[in-house]
């Protein structure tokens, strides 16, 4: 007969660093919204509102973690693809609604080369000098890296029609919605075998890193709502003050996107996917990390293309400039490359970290 009390297995509540959380991310509210609506300052308006973002993403991811461990880490990982870029996909939204469509664009490739490049890059400099090389399973790096790079050639493929200037080219709206709604059926199409493969072959593994769910279901569902709610009003305080902050600073809208957004967007998943890797979870803080840009190229971007037509936004297409579709090609061979072998050390990671500085700094003048 089992010794565990009826209290011992309920739902503890929010801990020290949820409570610390929540504090910071009303606080940060606070400050956004009165430096939107009173003060004056375009820059603190706009810092600002980037650490709301970036703190209610927070909440969002952990609201997502909390509710996902009741039924397992396969509809973890579906609930994190569904809700946990809610924040990302407001930015972009607001700024489509404002014409900011290059912004937008670069946000996109942004995302992917932040988590390709600049993430897993520090995860594996962080995981490479603390435990040495570090291991991760071979097929599913290699099944997740050819995944990868299906789904990047299918978003950019219009690009490539408007570069040689095929007979698509002047169709380029339109191929980008039939692009879109192929890569939403892909995902759909992968859902059942990325769920039997995370509870069959690696459903021990990746249990052992989630602890059991400490808020009640009502908590969590609760401070879901709440943070995604707000996350959409600062989002649109977030796209308010990026114009003039990026006209103060000189900054170009490839620039903001590509950078700026896109890493204020993604900052969670980039410290979730260090810590892993710190703690020598390496083929989890892989799975973390590749899993973002993947959705965000079989979700995120055409979810936007559908968005911008049926809302009546500027219209965004999948036609990038050729430097953005350069640059998240190599980000995707180098990743690949790199990781085919089930190896990783801190000298790759800062190899991946060098090249995103150097695309970075291209973007810097548009």
């Known amino acids: 007969m089992s010794t565990e009390t009826p209290a011992a297995r309920a739902p503890a509540g929010l801990n020290r660093s949820d409570l610390i959380l929540l504090g910071l991310s009303v606080a940060a509210i606070v400050a956004a919204a009165l430096t939107r609506y009173v003060g004056d300052g375009q820059l603190l308006a706009f810092a600002c509102a980037a650490v709301a973002v970036t703190l209610l993403a927070a909440v969002v991811g952990r609201s997502v973690e909390q509710l996902g461990d009741r039924f397992g880490p ?33 946000a996109l490739i942004g995302s992917i080369l932040a988590n390709l490049l600049l993430v897993l890059g520090l995860a594996f400099i962080t995981g490479g000098l603390k435990h040495g090389t570090q291991h991760i399973s071979s097929s599913r ?22 570069f040689i200037h095929s007979p698509a080219e002047p169709h380029e709206a339109t191929l980008s919605v039939l692009a879109s709604v192929i890569l939403i059926i892909l995902f759909a199409l992968s859902l059942p075998a990325s769920l039997r493969r995370d509870e ?135 990743t690949v490359l790199i990781t085919f072998d089930g190896h990783s050390n801190w000298l790759e990671g800062a190899a991946l970290v060098g090249l995103y500085g150097v695309v970075a700094a291209t973007f810097w003048w548009g």
Do not use: C
């Open 200 to 334: 069959v072959a690696d459903g021990a593994d990746v249990s052992a890193h989630h602890e059991p769910p400490r808020w009640p279901l009502a908590l969590a569902v609760a401070l879901l709502a709440v943070s995604a709610g707000a996350a959409a009003f600062v989002s649109d305080w977030f796209v308010t003050a990026l114009e003039p902050a990026m006209q103060t600073l000189g900054i170009s809208e490839a620039f903001a996107g590509l950078v700026i957004v896109a890493i204020a967007g993604n900052a969670i998943e980039n410290v979730v996917g260090i810590q892993l890797a710190l703690k020598n979870q390496s083929e989890y803080a892989f799975a973390v990390i590749i899993n973002s840009p993947l959705q965000i190229a079989l979700v995120l971007a055409p979810l936007l293309v559908i968005s911008s037509n049926l809302f009546g936004f500027a219209t965004l297409t999948l036609v990038f400039s050729p430097l953005l579709v350069v640059a998240v090609l190599l980000a995707v061979l180098l």
């Open 141 to 162: 790096a290699q099944q997740i890296g050819v995944m990868l790079f299906v789904s990047v050639a299918a978003m950019v493929m219009p690009s490539v029609a408007a």
């Open 74 to 106: 396969g509809a973890t990982g579906v609930l994190q693809s569904a809700l946990g870029n809610l924040p990302e996909l407001f930015i972009a939204l607001f700024a489509l609604k404002a014409g900011l469509v290059a912004v937008v664009q670069a």
